[in-house]
């Protein structure tokens, strides 16, 4: 009997530990599309597949980089731009899945818009009126990648005009008090200005084809060694709070006010839509990345030099995500068999 005592409490003690939550902190930003990490964690989604999950914020992509490095968390969600930067000069941080992308594409830019007024003399569909123009934007970051993609696009230069850095919240300030003729910004900010600048005109959106820059989930190559099932638990979660965005845009955008701060709902609620929800890692991630970013990055010397995508990308824990849990995909198009990695 007393065997059997010993036996239960052994069972019941090797339980609990298995129970235990693994910590696990996520940097993220005042960005709408960063909304997964906020519904992983007010929904219990974190909670549900074994983390104790905290969210540290940041300005920037360029700032949460530096604490990436430096040990304030060990995942990042943010733009692909500071990343590929960052790896060129050194930096031992890896992709492992999208914060927001389209798997069957290798083209993304939707989550950018170029916005000004009719005083800024930019005419909607004609980029050729950049020209001569004050551009404000967060230099270093997806925006300018985006707005350097487009005037390529139009065989323009960012010579050709004035790029003015301006924090991405005071975009819609600078834009209504005639600092600059047009904005480049990613959401929120770019629907909070053209929904809250009197007169605003959206330039473009989207619509770079030469342009790819999927949102990144991010850690270092000393975390994947060090906590594997960490990474494996937080993929999973990070894909089941995905879907449930998907699928539930108006109950997210609440969820995103209560962490982004200055925003209106009917604003969130249109923001929110501006991008695709998808983590999945395909062959369009390493092509888009080799045929477009990346020559992009190191011929305007944002990059320090080229690298293979493939060498940056460790997609092992999407797959993992993929193999035992399917379901959080389901709502979403197939990858073609001659895409999947």
């Not at 239960?8 to 530990?17: C, D, I, N, S």
């Not at 989207?206 to 989930?217: F, H, K, L, T």
Request: glycine share 8%; hydrophobic share 45%; aromatic share 6%.
């Amino acid at each position: 009997m007393l065997k059997k005592l010993i036996a239960a409490f052994a069972l019941l003690g090797a339980t609990a530990a298995t129970a235990q939550p693994l910590e696990i902190k996520v940097g993220a930003a005042y960005a709408t599309d960063h909304a997964a990490a906020f519904i992983g964690v007010e929904r219990g989604i974190f909670a549900k597949h074994g983390l104790d999950a905290k969210i540290v914020m940041y300005q920037t992509g360029v700032e949460m980089i530096n604490g990436l490095i430096a040990n304030a968390q060990d995942v990042n969600i943010m733009g692909s731009i500071p990343f590929l930067a960052g790896v060129s000069r050194g930096q031992p941080i890896v992709l492992i899945g999208h914060l927001h992308g389209d798997a069957l594409s290798m083209s993304y830019s939707q989550n950018n818009a170029i916005i000004t007024t009719p005083q800024g003399g930019v005419r909607k569909d004609d980029l050729q009126t950049l020209r001569g123009k004050k551009i404000g934007l967060a230099r270093g970051t997806g925006a300018e990648g985006y707005l350097l993609g487009i005037l390529a696009q139009a065989g323009l230069k960012d010579s050709d005009m004035t790029l003015v850095n301006i924090r991405p919240a005071d975009t819609p300030t600078a834009l209504r008090q005639g600092d600059v003729h047009a904005v480049a910004a990613w959401e929120p900010w770019a629907t909070v200005t053209a929904l809250r600048t009197p007169g605003a005109v959206e330039v473009i959106r989207g619509n770079c084809d030469s342009c790819y820059d999927p949102g990144s989930i991010l850690t270092t190559r000393a975390t994947i060694a060090q906590k594997p099932e960490q990474l494996r638990r937080f993929m999973a979660a990070f894909a089941e709070a995905h879907q449930w965005l998907r699928l539930n845009y108006d109950a997210a955008a609440e969820i995103n006010m209560r962490w982004i701060t200055g925003i209106d709902m009917d604003v969130m609620k249109v923001a929110i839509r501006n991008s695709l929800y998808d983590l999945r890692v395909t062959k369009n991630t390493l092509d888009g990345y080799d045929t477009k970013t990346i020559p992009a990055l190191v011929a305007d010397k944002r990059m320090a030099r080229s690298l293979p995508a493939a060498s940056v990308v460790d997609a092992q824990f999407y797959k993992h995500v993929e193999a035992t849990a399917p379901q959080f995909f389901s709502d979403l198009k197939p990858v073609p068999a001659d895409r999947r990695l």
